[in-house]
Nanobody
Framework: VQLQASGGGLVQAGGSLRLSCAAS????????MGWLRQAPGKEREFVAS????????YYEDSVKGRFTISRDNAKNTMYLQMNSLKPEDTAVYLC????????????????WGQGTLVTVSS
């Protein structure tokens, strides 16, 4: 399975961005998916995840109320709407998939793709 994130860019603090994750090579409509991020010099961290149906979502505490994860299984695509962005949200954002459906709600994934850079200026 290949995952490609897009939609990153430079935005001022308080602004918004919408990230997309396109999957290819395998349909992911039956699997949990999510977003991770890695800031310069820091460990990779969990951002958000979503169940195969989209009915259950999970968020890291610092993004709750600002970020919304969603998916369109017909398009094999996942999204991350990011509002009220802060400089500390600056990172490379990667989309990921959990083909076991056992770990995505804890931020555990077996597959992830190339990321997209989000830069938030103060």
């Amino acid at each position: 399975v290949q995952l490609q994130a897009s939609g990153g860019g430079l935005v001022q603090a308080g602004g918004s961005l919408r990230l997309s994750c396109a999957a290819s090579g395998r349909t992911l409509s039956h699997y949990g998916m999510g977003w991770l991020r890695q800031a310069p010099g820091k460990e990779r961290e969990f951002v958000a995840s979503i169940s195969w149906s989209g009915g259950d979502t999970y968020y890291e505490d610092s993004v709750k109320g600002r970020f919304t994860i969603s998916r369109d299984n017909a398009k094999n695509t996942m999204y991350l709407q990011m509002n009220s962005l802060k400089p500390e949200d600056t990172a490379v954002y990667l989309c990921a998939a959990d083909l076991t459906n056992r770990g995505y709600y804890m931020g555990s994934f077996g597959y992830w793709g190339q990321g997209t850079l989000v830069t938030v200026s103060s």
